[in-house]
Nanobody, 127 residues
Framework: QVQLGESGGGLVQAGGSLRLSCAAS????????MGWFRQAPGKEREFVAA????????YYADSVKGRFTISSDNAKNTVYLQMNSLKPEDTAVYYCAAAVSSFSIRRVRITTSYDYWGQGTQATVSS
């Protein structure tokens, strides 16, 4: 079984930064893609960013483009989300996800493309 563990959430003022980490543990696996999603109270889970492990290609939601950066350390099976210029509307529980099988890049923003999920970490941005 594969476990994903997020860390790095917290409370920050608007304009501040947070760096989220997601470490994969358990049986050895090679993921095709790693992604970050978020869910605010009363809203559906939404795509934030993803990285394709083999190519290093990155994908972002329009709402975070230019402010957030996804990166990965393949040797450590860890993915990061650097979040800068945070806004109150970025407040949410952030989830890490891993896809084992390849998928069409058109599906990178879809939750069902991912096989494993972390428990989430809360990020709160105050105004």
């Amino acid at each position: 079984q594969v476990q994903l563990g997020e860390s790095g959430g917290g409370l920050v003022q608007a304009g501040g930064s947070l760096r989220l980490s997601c470490a994969a543990s358990g049986r050895t696996f090679s993921s095709y893609a790693m992604g970050w999603f978020r869910q605010a109270p009363g809203k559906e889970r939404e795509f934030v960013a993803a990285i394709i492990r083999s190519s290093g290609n990155e994908y972002y939601a329009d709402s975070v483009k230019g402010r957030f950066t996804i990166s990965s350390d393949n040797a450590k099976n860890t993915v990061y989300l650097q979040m800068n210029s945070l806004k109150p509307e970025d407040t949410a529980v952030y989830y890490c996800a891993a896809a084992v099988s390849s998928f069409s890049i058109r599906r990178v923003r879809i939750t069902t493309s991912y096989d494993y999920w972390g428990q989430g970490t809360q990020a709160t941005v105050s105004s």
